[in-house]
């Protein structure tokens, strides 16, 4: 057998099933991530910065939810500028995309959601408040190596004040 046509097969091959693992994992990004309902406790606490931005020092975490998993996952805390509870009607999905997690939450200046975004991808959080809704983006780029949050404060009138922070260091080699 001639070694040359062996090894360049060879190649052929090898480069072929790599490129169907890659496939794989393009499509597993492309996916919608796993919805995790968490222990709220287990949560992380809200970064100081929030607090001058609206969220109140003493509010607890009502529920926390993670969709997909990594190390660097991007935070989201819902909240509410009023102190009677707003039933909120929460919807999550990537952009372009039908949605994939759906609740209604009470959100007041006591309580927040925590929304915690682990896979890679645009994001688009609706809020829907008294009949007016409001829609929040969770660009790809927070959900990357950088330590990164939003906080959205939902007015009862339905609109929102939004806030964020990040990093913004350029991220390694994966």
């Known amino acids: 057998m001639n070694r040359r046509t062996l090894l360049a097969g060879g190649g052929c091959i090898g480069l072929a099933s790599l490129s169907g693992c890659l496939g794989t994992v393009d499509s597993l990004l492309e996916g919608n991530p796993d919805v995790d309902r968490r222990d709220p406790s287990s949560a992380p606490r809200p970064p100081s910065w929030m607090q001058s931005d609206g969220l109140d ?22 909240t509410a500028a009023s102190t009677r509870s707003l039933e909120t009607h929460v919807t999550v999905r990537r952009k372009g995309a039908d949605r994939f997690y759906t609740e209604t939450v009470s959100l007041s200046h006591a309580s927040y959601v925590v929304l915690g975004f682990g896979q890679p991808s645009t994001y688009v959080v609706d809020l829907s408040v008294a009949g007016e809704t409001a829609t929040v983006e969770v660009p790809e780029d927070f959900v990357d190596c950088n330590d990164s949050s939003q906080l959205v404060v939902v007015r009862s009138d339905g609109t929102v004040e939004k806030s964020s922070q990040t990093t913004q260091v350029e991220c390694g080699p994966l």
């Open 57 to 78: 020092r003493n509010a607890t975490a009502e529920t926390a939810v993670q969709f997909g998993s990594t190390a660097n996952t991007h935070w989201v805390y819902l």
